[in-house]
C-alpha cells in the first residue's frame, strides 16, 4: 500500500521498488523473530513444567 501512495504523490517507481523491498525485509525478520521467541516460549514452558512447580496441593 506503502509503495502505491508514494507513486500516486509522485515518487520514482525506482524509490517506491526500494521502499517495497525494504517494507518487505523488514516484515519477514520481524515473523521470523516471533516465531523463535514464541518456539523459545513453548520451549521454556515445557521444560518447567508449566507454572506448578511443585506437586503439593494447588493454591486458591
Same mark, same amino acid.
Given at each position: 500500500?506503502? %509503495?502505491?501512495?508514494? #507513486? ?22 520481524? =515473523?521470523?523473530? #516471533? +516465531?523463535?521467541?514464541? +518456539?523459545?516460549?513453548? =520451549?521454556?514452558?515445557?521444560? =518447567?513444567?508449566? +507454572?506448578?512447580? +511443585?506437586?503439593?496441593? %494447588?493454591?486458591?
Amino acid at each position: 500500500m506503502v %509503495p502505491v501512495i508514494l #507513486l500516486w504523490y509522485g515518487t520514482s517507481l525506482a524509490g517506491a521498488a526500494g521502499t517495497a523491498f525494504g517494507l518487505a525485509a523488514v516484515t519477514a525478520a520481524c =515473523r521470523v523473530l #516471533l +516465531r523463535r521467541s514464541e +518456539r523459545g516460549a513453548t =520451549r521454556c514452558a515445557t521444560q =518447567r513444567g508449566g +507454572r506448578h512447580t +511443585r506437586g503439593g496441593t %494447588p493454591v486458591s
